[in-house]
């Protein structure tokens, strides 16, 4: 449990320097149009993701681990991270943005993160499962 807080903490504060880096930018959600350098931000969570359940792994599994444990502990950054991240996402839509933000294209971009997530975790239980498991 203490690596998947560590590094949902880690995906989590990344993800709010990112709102407020673009914000520095002049980037803002009261549209719904999406910059191009918007797409960057998918790499938060892949990197996150990659670089914790390997530590999980390494560390806390000896170096074996499984599809579904990785797979388990993918969620468990993810929903730590998730929380992190739309909570700081609430205050600035409702406190930072001078005129309010559109709520709308916000959940939008949410759900889409949710989305890049979940694949996420797909992706990077694949790559760091080692230990097969045998059905007979």
Not at 31 to 45: C, F, G, H, R, V
Not at 76 to 81: E, N, P
Not at 116 to 135: D, E, R
């Amino acid at each position: 449990m203490k690596n998947a807080l560590i590094w949902g903490f880690v995906i989590g504060v990344l993800s709010a320097a990112w709102l407020f880096i673009t914000h520095a930018m002049g980037y803002d959600t009261r549209d719904d149009q999406t910059a191009p350098y918007e797409y960057l931000s998918i790499l938060i969570p892949v990197i996150g993701l990659f670089f914790g359940i390997k530590s999980y792994r390494d560390n806390d599994l000896a170096g074996k681990m499984g599809f579904l444990e990785a797979l388990v502990q993918s969620f468990k950054i993810l929903l730590f991270g998730g929380i992190l991240a739309v909570f700081v996402g609430i205050v600035y839509v409702n406190y930072i943005q001078p005129t309010g933000g559109n709520v709308m294209a916000f959940s939008g971009r949410m759900f889409g993160a949710l989305l890049i997530g979940l694949l996420s975790a797909l992706g990077v239980s694949l790559v760091w499962a080692n230990k097969s498991n045998k059905v007979d």
